[in-house]
């Protein structure tokens, strides 16, 4: 039994005036609040109401407890208002982000969500490796792919694509790829990202074409990886958001839309929502709110080789 309703239960009783009506106000049966009286006094090993058929009169005992019971519960309600408070205004949230996704858009975003409530603090960790949310001790994460079955909780907020780029330069140069067996023709640049065979997954009327080549860069970092691109090194691989400015501004043009896998999902993720802060209540609805409302995935250009220049990447809201 709670501790804290047996005295809400006494000071009913004596507030009411009769058992009846302290059950009729807590919404419980008659013989259920003199069990719950009765248990206190067995604890308290003290008579708290002396009582007959008829009447109900609280005995010196009882007002003893009286001044102490509203205290107790005055006090434990201002505390818990506080907690409540506190949990919405301030305290820190800890996210973790990919990298360059996490600088792009996850970082202004947290600084927005910032702003409107100023007592609250965020640590933001961008790493392109899944942080465990549980061993690390993170409120919440920015996961981009398939997901994992786990008992987090998860959000899809937008997608994104993998598209091949390569600059005007390198292009006039080395010309343009229609197809992906032209590809082994050209430098190719990889960014390693996990271990095995250089390879990449493109797709074709929804069957899948395995790319393997021997590159002629490899580097384990996407935006050296894309500043070689726009060098006119040669042809690299990269995420829609990872590449929307230079397609924005022309510096690079995106090669063989057409046969791009399908897009990857992003998600907010966190923990069960069980005894959940509100902060990070507030942070995790910020994010899918506001990274859901943007858009950042191109749609395929015309011949389905290449963007134009002029096209945004990025992607939908979710």
């Not at 987090?152 to 997608?159: S, Y």
Request: include cysteine; charge should be positive; aromatic fraction near 6%.
């Amino acid at each position: 039994m709670d501790r804290l309703f047996e005295l809400e239960v006494f000071l009913a009783v004596l507030d009411a005036g009769s058992l009846s009506a302290a059950a009729r106000r807590l919404g419980r049966s008659g013989p259920a609040i003199t069990r719950i009286l009765s248990g206190l006094e067995d604890r308290l090993g003290a008579r708290l109401f002396d009582r007959t058929t008829r009447s109900l009169a609280v005995t010196e005992e009882g007002r003893n407890l009286e001044e102490q019971a509203r205290g107790l519960l005055a006090g434990y309600g201002a505390l818990a208002r506080t907690a409540k408070q506190r949990g919405e205004l301030s305290g820190r949230v800890r996210v973790t982000a990919p990298v360059v996704f996490g600088r792009l858009h996850v970082a202004p975003s947290l600084a927005r969500f910032m702003a409107a409530h100023e007592g609250v603090a965020v640590d933001l960790t961008l790493d392109d490796a899944n942080r465990d949310l549980v061993g690390d001790g993170y409120d919440a994460a920015i996961r981009i792919g398939a997901l994992p079955d786990s008992e987090l909780v998860a959000r899809q907020v937008g997608e994104v694509g993998r598209y091949l780029v390569a600059s005007p330069a390198y292009l006039e140069r080395a010309g343009c790829p229609m197809d992906p067996s032209e590809l082994s023709g050209h430098a190719l640049i990889l960014t390693r990202s996990v271990p095995g065979p250089a390879e990449w997954r493109l797709e074709q009327e929804g069957r899948p074409r395995i790319v393997r080549f021997e590159p002629r860069f490899s580097v384990n970092h996407v935006e050296t990886a894309l500043a070689l691109a726009r060098d006119g090194v040669g042809i690299a691989r990269a995420l829609s958001y990872q590449v929307a400015e230079d397609l924005g501004a022309g510096r690079l043009v995106r090669l063989l839309a057409a046969f791009e896998p399908p897009l990857r999902a992003i998600h907010v993720v966190h923990l069960g929502r069980r005894h959940m802060a509100a902060r990070t209540k507030a942070l995790v609805r910020h994010l899918a709110d506001d990274l859901g409302s943007r858009s950042y995935v191109s749609g395929p250009s015309p011949s389905g080789t290449s963007a134009s220049p002029g096209t945004r990447a990025g992607w939908p809201s979710g």
